[in-house]
């Protein structure tokens, strides 16, 4: 069992840039794969960034890629999402999301322990 927490939304200005931060319980982190989510008012949950147990693997929707970063640090329990550049259509909530080793096919899901996510909202 996994319990994540997710911190470090609010409002920014177009092409400003906020950290996410999600902290995560339990003793074996380090076996989970680990995604950040977000959904828009209106509009279906989607996938944004992940990145493998090891931190060694990471992937991006296209729409983010070279603006955000995701990070993990195994011996803290969190894992980050640095966004840069940000966009109004970067407006969401986003959620942290973990899958342990033994149940992951994709790092695209599906996940199997969210957060409860935070808001993130971008202004022109």
């Known amino acids: 069992q996994v319990q994540l927490v997710e911190s470090g939304g609010g409002l920014v200005q177009a092409g400003g840039s906020l950290r996410l931060s999600c902290a995560a319980s339990g003793r074996t982190f380090s076996s989970y794969a680990m995604g950040w989510f977000r959904q828009a008012p209106g509009k279906e949950r989607e996938f944004v960034a992940a990145i493998m147990w090891s931190g060694g693997r990471t992937d991006y929707a296209e729409v983010v890629q070279g603006r955000f970063t995701i990070s993990r640090d195994n011996a803290k329990n969190t894992v980050t999402l640095q966004m840069a550049s940000l966009k109004p259509e970067d407006t969401a909530v986003y959620y942290c999301?973990?899958?342990?080793?033994?149940?992951?096919?994709?790092?695209?899901?599906?996940?199997?322990?969210w957060g409860q996510g935070t808001q993130v909202t971008v202004s022109s």
């Open positions: 999301a973990a899958v342990h080793l033994s149940n992951f096919r994709n790092k695209r899901g599906p996940y199997d322990y």
